[in-house]
C-alpha cells in the first residue's frame, strides 16, 4: 500500500507542475525523540574473588582485597579511594526491613512498616508487596550508591516471605519485588546480588549478577547458590565467629565450589579472616 500511495503523490506533483501550479512543499518528517542514554554496561563479578564485608566501626582501609561491601553512607571519597586501589565497592542497603536510624527512615508510610525484627533494636519488616509506595525510597537509596560510584548493591533482607511480618506476603510477591530491585539497579549501572533465599535461587539467578550468603556452610545450604557458580557468576560467603561451624571444613567446601568465603564477628567489624 506505500507504493501505491508515492505514485498518486508524483502524479499530482506532475499535473501541478504542468499547469503552472506550485509544487507542494515536501512535509518535514516529524522529530524523532531523543533516546534516553543507557547506562554502561555493569559490573559482573565472577567467582574465585577475595571480599570483606564492614558495616560497623572504624573503616580498615589499608586491607587489600578484590571486593568490599560497605554501608551507603559512607562518604563518595571512600568509594574513590578503594577504587584507587582497585577495589570493586558493593554498596549495602536494607530492602526489606525499616531501620529507625536510617536519614530516609521518615519517608516510610506507615501501613508498609510491621512486625519487629527480632534480635536487631529498631528494626521492623517491611511489607513488599507495596512496591508503589517502596519504589520512590527505594530509588533514591539506588541513586545514592550510583552517584557515590558504587559497582553494586547488597539488598539485605530480601527473602522476607517466610518471615512473620505481620503481612501476608507471598513466594510470587517476593519474585516480583525481588525482579523489581534488579531491574532498577541496572538501570543505574549497578550489580546486584541475591542476598540469601536459597529457595529463589532457581528464579532468580538469571536476574541477579552474585549472591551474598551468611552461614551456607554452617546451615548446609550451599549447593542451593552452585547454580550462581555454573552461569559463572561470583558467591560471596560469610560464616561467623558465634557458632561452632567447622572452619578448615567450610573453607575446603568453599574451594571445592568456587565460594569465596570469609569468617566474621557477627557485628561486620573490621576483623576478617580468611581461608588458607
Known amino acids: 500500500m506505500r507504493h501505491k500511495h508515492i505514485i498518486l503523490l508524483t502524479l499530482t506533483t506532475l499535473l501541478l507542475t504542468a499547469c503552472g501550479g506550485k509544487t507542494p512543499p515536501t ?4 522529530a524523532r525523540p531523543t533516546p534516553t542514554p543507557m547506562p554502561a554496561a555493569w559490573w559482573h563479578p565472577k567467582p574465585g574473588l577475595t571480599w570483606q564485608w564492614q558495616l560497623t566501626g572504624k573503616l580498615d582501609l589499608d586491607l587489600q ?8 553512607h559512607v562518604g563518595k571519597s571512600v568509594v574513590d ?3 584507587s586501589r582497585g577495589t570493586r565497592v558493593i554498596c549495602y542497603i536494607s530492602v526489606g ?10 519517608a516510610f508510610p506507615r501501613e508498609v512498616i510491621g512486625k519487629k525484627y527480632e534480635g536487631w533494636t529498631g528494626e521492623r519488616w517491611l511489607d513488599i508487596r507495596r512496591i508503589d509506595l517502596l519504589a520512590p525510597i527505594m530509588r533514591a537509596r539506588l541513586d545514592k550508591c550510583a552517584a557515590k560510584g558504587f559497582d553494586a548493591v547488597e539488598p539485605d533482607n530480601i527473602a522476607v516471605y517466610e518471615e ?6 507471598s513466594y510470587e510477591d517476593n519474585i516480583r519485588y525481588a525482579r523489581w530491585l534488579a531491574e532498577e539497579a541496572h538501570k543505574r549501572g549497578l550489580a546486584i546480588g541475591l542476598k540469601n533465599g536459597p529457595d529463589m535461587v532457581k528464579d532468580l539467578v538469571d ?12 546451615y548446609h545450604f550451599a549447593r542451593d547458590f552452585v547454580p550462581f557458580i555454573r552461569a559463572n557468576k561470583a558467591v560471596f560467603n560469610a560464616e ?3 557458632t561452632d561451624v567447622d572452619w578448615e571444613r567450610a573453607c575446603r567446601e568453599s574451594k571445592r565450589l568456587q565460594f569465596s568465603t570469609i569468617l566474621k564477628h557477627r557485628e561486620l567489624d573490621a576483623w576478617v579472616k580468611f581461608c588458607e
Open 27 to 30: 512535509p518535514t518528517p516529524p
Open 65 to 72: 582485597t578484590d571486593v568490599i561491601d560497605i554501608d551507603l
Open 81 to 83: 579511594y578503594f577504587h
Open 97 to 106: 526491613s525499616y531501620e529507625n536510624w536510617r536519614p530516609d527512615k521518615d
Open 164 to 169: 512473620d511480618t505481620g503481612f501476608p506476603i
Open 207 to 218: 536476574d541477579f549478577d552474585f549472591a551474598i550468603t551468611e552461614e551456607a556452610f554452617y
Open 240 to 242: 561467623y565467629t558465634d
